[in-house]
């Protein structure tokens, strides 16, 4: 299937996931102008006022940036919208989105044709993140475009599936674009996603250690020293598991091996959520052993551009029978 138009300025195939309190306007920016999706979730714009304020930025920056590098334009942003019926401010920040006619609107924690409906009225696409083939498949019936397949190792909200069956279970019926979240830390790892099915790579801890994200520089650091031992999944904090950095559960007083599990129906998209859940518990996903220091965004993804074409260098020699002896194929 032909991908959207809205992709086509992509430099690679990378749509950089939205994080609570991380993602603002500078990250998405940055991202955007290095040739990725840049995407971030409404409620991080707080008062819900200061969300037009961060759309007109990031429209305005994109757009001189587009004139100032006709060679290479900028690649659309993305704007995550929380569907979950505790979201009081999903119509007033949906309104904001048209008013910009943001070009990508993920939603998450719940599919809704009204939504997408309002979407495609102002030309836009959406994206649904999923974590099993059932909520997949519920969300293309109410008209999302495509799907964000997170399987384990995902940060943040997370699901449990390998993203091997996640995204063959997926591609059985779907053909339409699908990113692939879940411990993605490399170019090599971007180029696997698609091999395995996916158009793209859906990467947020990576761009947690990045200097334009909004994260405490302590934060930026335990990305930077973590592996994925450091990562515990756990339902306690929000209702609805997903993966943290043990070291900022301990910071809290809370033991990492016997968390009580938590409540789905407890969950709510407020300020104290936040603040409890994604401040003083910092999430991040199984891939942070890739992450070696604090870089801006331009150096990660050029570093993952790199990683990219060697990847797809070594598979040409491999296509090509230049694997060393002792791996290479008998003929008998």
């Known amino acids: 299937m032909t991908l959207p138009h ?13 994080m609570f309190i991380v993602s603002g ?13 840049g995407s971030f979730p409404a409620l991080n714009a707080r008062p819900q006022s200061l969300l037009d304020e961060w759309l007109h930025q990031i429209t305005e920056a ?19 919208q929380i569907v979950h019926r505790s979201n009081a401010r999903l119509e007033a920040d949906l309104a904001t989105c048209a008013k910009w006619k943001v070009p990508v609107v993920i939603t998450s924690l719940g599919a809704q044709a009204e939504l997408n409906d309002a979407v495609h009225g102002w030309g836009g696409i959406t994206l649904h993140d999923v ?6 498949r519920k969300a293309v019936e109410k008209g999302a475009d495509g799907l964000i397949a997170v399987a384990v190792g995902a940060g943040g909200h997370a699901g449990r599936l390998s993203p091997f069956a996640l995204v063959q279970e997926i591609r059985q019926w779907f053909t339409g674009p699908l990113a692939l979240a879940g411990a993605i830390g490399t170019g090599a790892g971007i180029l696997a996603a698609q091999a395995m099915g996916a158009d793209f790579a859906y990467i947020g801890s990576a ?11 302590a934060y930026k650091q335990a990305v930077v020293d973590g592996v994925s031992g450091d990562i515990v999944y756990s339902s306690y904090f929000t209702g609805v598991h997903g993966n943290y950095l043990r070291g900022s559960i ?15 129906r407890s969950l709510k998209f407020d300020d104290a959520m936040v603040a409890k859940a994604w401040r003083d518990i910092w999430g991040a996903g199984q891939g942070i052993g890739a992450v070696d220091a604090v870089v801006p965004v331009a150096e990660r993804v050029a570093r993952f551009a790199a990683e990219y074409a060697a990847a797809r260098a070594r598979l040409d020699h491999v296509s ?13």
């Not at 994109?62 to 995550?80: I, S």
């Not at 761009?207 to 520089?217: N, R, S, V």
């Not at 029978?321 to 002792?326: I, K, S």
């Open 131 to 136: 974590i099993d083939n059932g909520f997949a």
């Open 250 to 264: 301990i910071a809290s007083g809370l033991d990492p091996e016997n968390l009580p599990e938590g409540d789905h």
């Open 207 to 217: 761009f947690i250690a990045t200097a334009e994200a909004h994260a405490l520089e």
């Open 320 to 332: 090509h029978g230049t694997l060393p002896a002792v791996i290479a194929p008998s003929h008998g």
């Open 25 to 37: 306007p500078e990250l998405v920016i940055a991202q955007c102008q290095a040739g990725i999706v």
């Open 6 to 18: 809205v992709f086509d300025r992509l430099r690679l195939p990378v749509i950089g996931s939205p």
């Open 62 to 80: 994109l757009a001189g940036w587009d004139r100032a590098n006709p060679e290479r334009p900028a690649a659309p942003y993305a704007v995550n």
